[in-house]
């Protein structure tokens, strides 16, 4: 079974420019997450799909990132503009819809490492 | 609101060793789930263990145990036998269930653990 896909690998950018990363998750994953993991901390959600609606969007930078998941597959991040405190990991996961299950596990993708300069 | 604490940044044991990581939370959920994923340096998000919060033992899966003290809010990792390949950084997080069908993560800070020849 392939497990979560994300594109780059790694991004540099200079800070104000644009950027997008690419999630493709696990076939048969209702849900999707968009994490955040700045260097030294845990991961922080910023965004949580159900098929293509949002489930959970309240730590999302609505100012200035942006995500979609428009036929239910795969999901792309935006940041425009980026700032120098975007620097960071973005992780994807994705679960089942299996609401019966209390351990209904996230599988990660490898992430994409940003750096802003 | 949910937190989790992991007091330990980082930890040197030798090979062969059980090792301990410690884990305390906090939330008001009355029902919630606790799991443990392990982040090699190559960035992905690896679970190990999963205990509920109204499981009545304490959750083991091969070489991982979950040590679980419900009254003193805190959910330890135990690894028996390590190896170098449990060279990592390891995180415990959390899920309430009393808004069923968000299922956001919140993370530790993790412990960053090596594995001594």
Redesign the interface.
């Known amino acids: 079974e392939a497990g979560v896909a994300q594109s780059p690998r790694y991004k540099i950018i200079e800070k104000r420019q644009s950027v997008a990363f690419w999630c493709n998750p696990i076939s048969g994953h209702a849900?999707l997450?968009w994490y955040q993991q700045i260097l030294?901390?845990?991961?922080?959600?910023l965004i949580?799909f159900?098929n293509n609606g949002v489930?959970?969007d309240s730590q999302l930078p609505k100012d200035r990132f942006s995500a979609e998941r428009l036929k239910g597959v795969d999901s792309t991040l935006k940041i425009q503009p980026a700032k120098l405190e975007d620097s960071a990991?973005y992780?994807c996961?994705s679960?089942l819809d299996l609401?019966e299950r209390?351990?209904?596990?996230?599988?990660?993708?490898?992430?994409t490492?940003l750096t802003v300069l | 609101a949910q937190k989790?604490t992991q007091t330990q940044p980082g930890m040197f044991v030798q090979e062969k060793e059980a090792v301990t990581l410690d884990c305390t939370y906090d939330t008001s959920d009355p029902s919630y789930?606790l799991f443990w994923?392990k982040q090699p340096s190559?960035?992905?998000?690896?679970?190990l263990i999963?205990q509920?919060s109204y499981d009545q033992q304490n959750a083991t899966e091969g070489r991982y145990s979950l040590n679980f003290q419900k009254a003193r809010k805190s959910a330890n990792l135990v690894i028996s036998a390590s190896q170098l390949g449990d060279s990592a950084m390891y995180?415990c997080?959390m899920r309430g269930?009393s808004n069923?069908?968000?299922?956001?993560?919140t993370?530790?800070?993790?412990t960053r653990l090596t594995i001594i020849p």
Do not use: C, H, W
Not at chain 1, 102 to 111: A, I, L, S, T
Not at chain 2, 100 to 105: D, I, S, V
């Open positions: 849900t997450y030294g901390q845990g991961p922080k959600l949580q159900q489930v959970d990991v992780l996961a679960s609401r209390r351990d209904n596990e996230q599988f990660f993708g490898p992430g490492r | 989790i789930g994923y190559s960035g992905e998000m690896i679970f999963y509920g995180f997080a269930d069923f069908g968000n299922e956001k993560l993370f530790g800070t993790g």
